[in-house]
């Protein structure tokens, strides 16, 4: 069945610095991947859409500029949190459809 | 905006049936999903349906849908300790550009 990776799996860094997250479709094309934020003992909230050759639609309340999603290739989306803070902290989830929906396995970002 | 509910908590024996329930408000929606998280993990796919399906049965996993009432419901039977995990609600409307609504999570809880 359809695949999604995510990379890496988790990390931890320091607050100010940023972070690049990758999403991708191991045996099928997506020309839309979405990314997802999990926070604990929540669910998941879209953050935004990520379109392959063309710009990234945000949900509301969803910084454009400090979430800054990538998707060049149709195999492939990235998420990087610029700047990041402790209240970034989070799962960052993404998925793509076929047309089910398939969900990579998620990354745990940890701010200190 | 659409909308998904779920109630937060189900705490079962060993050996019975599990019903989970779900409600949504989106008249458009094409594909509703049930996933399992368990601690720490990402999002596992368990089953789907399809908006134009009433029921659908996989092993010990029956999916019923009320699409008049706006109902969904996930029956485990002969539910196990390892089922214990939390359940996500999700559908997909056909307006929504592939992007999925999740419900709250039930949190399911298996006694031996």
């Known amino acids: 069945g359809a695949v999604v990776s995510q990379h890496p799996s988790w990390v931890i860094c320091k607050s100010g610095t940023s972070v690049k997250i990758e999403c991708r479709s191991l045996d099928f094309q997506a020309t839309t991947m979405f990314w997802y934020r999990q926070f604990p003992k929540q669910s998941l909230m879209l953050m935004a859409t990520?379109?392959?050759?063309?710009?990234?639609?945000?949900e509301q309340g969803v910084e454009k500029d400090k979430f800054l999603i990538n998707h060049a290739s149709l195999t492939l989306s990235t998420l990087t949190v610029t700047s990041a803070h402790p209240e970034d902290s989070s799962f960052y989830i993404c998925s793509a459809s076929t047309p089910i929906s398939v969900f990579g396995p998620g990354t745990r970002l940890t701010v200190l | 905006g659409e909308d998904v509910e779920q109630s937060l908590f189900l705490s079962v024996r060993e050996g019975d049936s599990s019903v989970i329930n779900c409600t949504y408000t989106?008249?458009?929606?094409?594909?509703l999903y049930w996933y399992k998280q368990e601690p720490g993990a990402g999002l596992q796919l368990l089953t789907y349906i399809f908006s134009n399906m009433d029921m659908k049965q996989d092993q010990r996993l029956t999916v019923l849908l009320n699409k008049k009432d706006k109902h969904l419901s996930l029956r485990i039977a002969d539910t196990q300790t390892g089922d214990s995990a939390i359940y996500f609600c999700?559908?997909?409307?056909?307006?929504?550009?592939?992007?999925?609504?999740f419900g709250q999570g039930t949190e399911l809880s298996v006694k031996p």
């Open positions: 990520s379109n392959e050759g063309s710009k990234a639609t945000y």
């Open positions: 989106d008249s458009s929606s094409t594909y």
């Open positions: 999700a559908e997909k409307g056909d307006n929504q550009g592939g992007k999925l609504i």
